[in-house]
């Protein structure tokens, strides 16, 4: 079975840093494009970074400058480096995994993030 697993959420100050990881299974991990999504309370789910599966990336405005998407296709591992963290920053982050094809989409079940002083 597919399966998307999510790691390094947690509580952190305003300022501070974060490192989410995705490991994925499954899946032919280089030959799909990878996100991270995010959705705070009261809020739709919004996308904040994608690395296609050519590396190639993009990030919403909200996060430019602050996130880096990265992958490993050695590891099967997505990762999200979170700097300069916001309060708005504060969300449950998922993984998506989409092939280049697009029939398809997987999701993992998500890691909580929690900026507050």
């Known amino acids: 079975q597919v399966q998307l697993v999510e790691s390094g959420g947690g509580l952190v100050q305003p300022g501070g840093s974060l490192r989410l990881s995705c490991a994925a299974s499954g899946i032919v991990f280089s030959a799909y494009d990878m996100g991270w999504y995010r959705q705070a309370p009261g809020k739709q789910r919004e996308l904040v970074a994608a690395v296609n599966s050519d590396y190639r990336t993009n990030v919403a405005d909200s996060v430019r400058g602050r996130f880096t998407i990265s992958r490993d296709n050695v590891k099967n591992t997505v990762f999200l480096q979170m700097n300069s963290l916001k309060p708005e920053d504060t969300a449950v982050y998922y993984c998506?995994?989409?092939?280049?094809?697009?029939?398809?989409?997987?999701w993992g079940q998500g890691t909580r993030v929690i900026v507050s002083s």
């Open positions: 998506n995994a989409k092939p280049g094809w697009n029939t398809v989409n997987y």
